[in-house]
């Protein structure tokens, strides 16, 4: 009799820990979960602590509470210009509403798929409003807020709220790349051949200025020069006619001298008459 009683007791505990086991359950931080009987949902649970649910008939579910990442592979995309471009995107998602992702996604896996059909959706509409040169400068931040706004609001019907939406790599496809760069490097040489056309132009406008002015300079300094000229003439012809009439014999011997170094030197050999008047001073005295 005893035997049994510590039999059913240690049963009674074993039932115990089991149902205890099977009843109480933890929720971390970092997750966030559903109660589900017999595959229908119950509760759900979003508090991090000890929760309790029915042993045997009822089963949880965790998802996690955290912004998860979602990194697509590179799909190409039409701009409003029609140009191919291949883009690379990644956006940041978080599960705000377990009974709805439950019942529409169920896993990770498959909401991952589900946003790859929004948001290629989303880029696929906004990008193909801009030109290439308008996506890849000036217009990317408004882009990506419209993309992340609407695929945002087509993921809350799978309990899924869209962070944020972002491109990574923008590039041409292979086969387009080579066309496309070398029509914009004939764009540049025929810019780069505008600009030397004008620079030539203008360089002959400078140099036919310069050489108008240069005449011009060159034609004043030379009537200038011809004035000055004529002036010191004058004036020496008023000094000599000055000399002269103070003392002619000997103005007229500084000439004759000034005349002979002027005409002959060491290597001089004259063949003249020595009577004539130009030699007058080198005669000698009686």
């Known amino acids: ?112 798929a589900r946003l790859d059909d929004i948001i290629y959706s989303m880029l696929r509409v906004e990008l193909g409003r801009y030109t290439l040169e308008e996506i890849i400068s000036s217009h990317r931040d408004v882009i990506m807020k419209a993309v992340t706004d609407k695929s945002s609001t087509k993921a809350l019907e799978y309990g899924i709220d869209i962070k944020d939406v972002r491109i990574k790599r923008a590039d041409l496809p292979p086969e387009n790349a080579r066309s496309i760069y070398e029509r914009m490097k004939a764009e540049r040489k025929k810019q780069a051949n505008m600009y030397r056309s004008e620079g030539e132009e203008e360089a002959l406008k400078i140099r036919a200025n310069t050489d108008k002015e240069k005449k011009i300079i060159l034609s004043k300094a030379y009537e200038k020069s011809q004035v000055l000229k004529g002036e010191g003439d004058a004036e020496a012809i008023k000094i000599y006619a000055q000399a002269f009439e103070k003392d002619t014999e000997f103005y007229t011997f500084i000439r004759s001298l000034d005349a002979y170094k002027r005409t002959m030197d060491d290597k001089t050999t004259l063949v003249i008459s020595p009577d004539i008047e130009f030699f007058k001073y080198l005669k000698g005295t009686n």
Not at 22 to 29: L, S
Not at 78 to 94: Q, V
């Open 1 to 112: 009799m005893k035997n049994i009683m510590i039999l059913i007791v240690v049963i009674i505990v074993f039932a115990t820990i089991l149902i205890a086991y099977n009843g109480i359950f933890v929720i971390d931080e970092k997750a966030q979960g559903i109660v589900l009987q017999f595959g229908r949902y119950v509760k759900t649970m979003q508090e991090p602590g000890l929760q309790f649910k029915i042993p045997f008939i009822q089963s949880v579910i965790y998802y996690d509470d955290r912004i998860l990442e979602y990194d697509s592979a590179p799909t190409e995309i039409l701009t409003t210009d029609k140009k191919n471009l291949l883009i690379d995107n990644f956006a940041r998602w978080k599960i705000i509403e377990p009974r709805k992702f439950y019942e529409t996604v169920k896993t990770e896996t498959s909401a991952q």
